[in-house]
């Protein structure tokens, strides 16, 4: 039995953010609200959602599992009008999911959750730099950057959070220095992403009025964020190989 | 002798009613004002317009017929600010309409009213069920529809007015009941319609405060409602054989 | 030396004016600003740009010239946020423009000056007629004409400014009496010229409160505008000949 309420735009905005890597995805659904890890198809980048009991209007479930096809999932949300509510309700026998919007009712075939790719084991990493900012200063900075080169380099000097795009005529450089950050843990960072998954989730990201980066060097990028109070985004994305 | 003045979104929206189903168009005017009745290329759908004397702000007339490009006119309307009067004049000799917006003085080249398709017959049809409600709420449930199928169940039962949509996957169903309808006369009502069309009507529709829907079991649809106070729009889309 | 600071905004549209019509330029800079003359590639149309030292919020420089790539000047200017400053700073060793942008810095390889298109000598011409309107009645005549023609013909006839296009099923006018002007100095004019290159012109000409046309009889036209207080522009464009 599963059965809530939720904002329309909550929850599209929390689906946005695993979307923009995953297209298929495995809920985990329990008291305590509605979880998902995933791995991007080319095992570059992985997304973790929770979306707390919190979040919802109302919540009752048993738990259980549910495979989603975010695509379809956000064409159904985008029915919904600013402000309004979604109903969804899981129906056991059928395996599929009941979307109201408004007036409307919607029939969400599920995927057997079998058939979803393993969710993968994210890893507990300690991280030396810690880095925290409005979101909307990340992604402009993400925009930029791709107008110069297809990676960049983000990485922590003293107290400045630092990016570098070199393209083969410009080049761009971004210093924030602690005193113009929400946050600062220094520590020796400094790796290489690819602009292409960084400017996936910062769609996401510069909606978020305060995000989390967590660095190294040569290490993966960890980046946290919330949606509301009840809604947590973790993503993990693995650095390249910097040439010289 | 025709010499008009209208506002020009009012005239735009009256013309784009019509210019979603036919490109070509005689318009018949009198004393009473101008109207046309015509009939779509594949013959399934029809839409009469009546703009009155009074939708005007100017309207002088000797009775006559024009045959004008819908398509040309539209261009020419979107050349006027919002707000802003157009002016109408028709030149008896060289067949063109003169139409001023502002400084701006646009000369239409008419078309031979007989070269344009004979206007329909537009069946009388008594139908059953009578539904009235938002062009907001009917445009909505037209969009979600196409994301499932492309075509669509229209209906009343009892007291609802209900529309239904299967997708190969998933499937959709709208019910209203008639506490939340502007208005519900009851009625055995059920016609399978196709989505390509309800979705060109639906552009105008979707401005229109206040739609009524006419509806029997395997006949046509007929759809009404107003722009303002003096201009009427009609349409009868013909049914589909709906297949189990 | 050269350091400036400037409101993005007021840079972009100054920049725009010029981009419509050449991608790479000659700045000449010295103390009283920033100057260009380039011809289109096409040597259909000149523009004059004339950037004061009062246009900016801080300017210091020793004289001397940039050769720059436009498209590229222009992404980097879209970085800025409405309201935002840049600041621009030019290495001389490296030959190297750097642009801040908030917490962002940009470093724009400049383009040889010699490997630029000598600039144009921009003729002067003691044109007959002169016409003053507001820039958005101008960009409103020139793309109600696309929709007629590829080429317009402007004058002054009388105490009337007009422009007349031609297509070969329609036909469009604009007369504007000196009394709905904001200026008119009348004289013999009439001259036929390209769509193209007036809409190119007129996304900048739109924006103006103020734009004078200086015309003759098959004569080139002048254009006048300003953006702020402190940045004239300037187009001539040559005419085409008319047929009959």
Redesign the interface.
Known sequence: MFKAVINAETLRDAIEAVSSLVDEVKFSISEKGVELKAVDPANVAMVSLKIGAEAFEFFKTTPGEIGVDLV?LT??LS?A?KGENVQLELDEESRKLKIG?????????LIDPSAIRKEPRIPELDLPAHVTLHGS?LR??V??AE??SDHVVLGVSDDVFFMEAKGE????????PST?LLGLKPGEARSLFSLDYLEDMSKSIGKAQEVTLELGMDYPLRVGFKIGQAIEVNYLLAPRIEQE
Chains 1, 2, 3 share one sequence.
């Open positions: 379809r064409d159904v029915m009008d919007v408004g007036s409307l009712s919607y029939t969400l075939s200063e402009r900075a925009k930029a107008k110069v005529i410009d080049s761009l450089r971004l210093n924030i113009e």
